[in-house]
T-cell receptor, first 114, second 111 residues
């Protein structure tokens, strides 16, 4: 299967700081990437769809000014959590679409905001 | 609102047992149904189903989709402790193939 990497795998930061998470498709080009959030023992919730060369599409209830997404190339999308607060602590996972339907997931980033 | 429901929520079986996991859905603009296995980190892809009645098989795992009744099953035969994980069902919809996930079935295989 296709390989997607995410960096960093874990980050701890102070409240009020910004955190950038990178998502890369390593062996294929992805015009579309997705960002999800997963709270403990819950399923994945789609936050936004990231399209190369255009603005991201955010799901209802997700603040676009707080979760900045940039999809600058066909292999890289970044999610920046701005002015992070403890309630933003979660597991953030990206995926890249391969072909028309299948999404391959990165290993995830565990964010803890103190 | 698109909805994906998985059952059971959790399951404990003995090694060697066969299990069937269920996924039903109510969505608009269905494109595909995908099964993923999630252990400690992000989900790993198992199957993608788009057509009714065609079984997909990979080793001891198999899956089938019924688009008329709006459900899919994932079968695991001769379970092993390494099969212990959360199994996620997701339905892709719309032109962007956005995925809506079910809450997952937590499978524990004991010796």
């Amino acid at each position: 299967g296709a390989v997607v990497s995410q960096h960093p795998s874990r980050v701890i930061c102070k409240s009020g700081t910004s955190v950038k998470i990178e998502c890369r498709s390593l062996d294929f080009q992805a015009t579309t990437m997705f960002w999800y959030r997963q709270f403990p023992k819950q399923s994945l919730m789609l936050m936004a769809t990231s399209n190369e060369g255009s603005k991201a599409t955010y799901e209802q209830g997700v603040e676009k000014d707080k979760f900045l997404i940039n999809h600058a190339s066909l292999t890289l999308s970044t999610l920046t959590v701005t002015s992070a607060h403890p309630e933003d602590s979660s597991f953030y996972i990206c995926s890249a679409r391969w072909g028309k339907e299948t999404q391959y997931f990165g290993p995830g980033t565990r964010l803890l905001v103190l | 609102e698109d909805k994906v429901v998985q059952s059971p929520l959790s399951l404990v079986v003995h090694e060697g047992d066969t299990v069937t996991l269920n996924c039903s859905y109510e969505v608009t603009n269905f494109r595909s149904l995908l099964w993923y296995k999630q252990e400690k980190k992000a989900p790993t892809f198992l199957f993608m189903l788009t057509s009714s009645g065609i079984e997909k098989k990979s080793g001891r795992l198999s899956s089938i989709l019924d688009k008329k009744e709006l459900f899919s099953i994932l079968n695991i035969t001769a379970t092993q402790t390494g099969d212990s994980a959360v199994y996620l069902c997701a339905v892709g919809t719309g032109t962007a193939s956005k995925l809506t996930f079910g809450t997952g079935t937590r499978l524990q295989v004991t010796l």
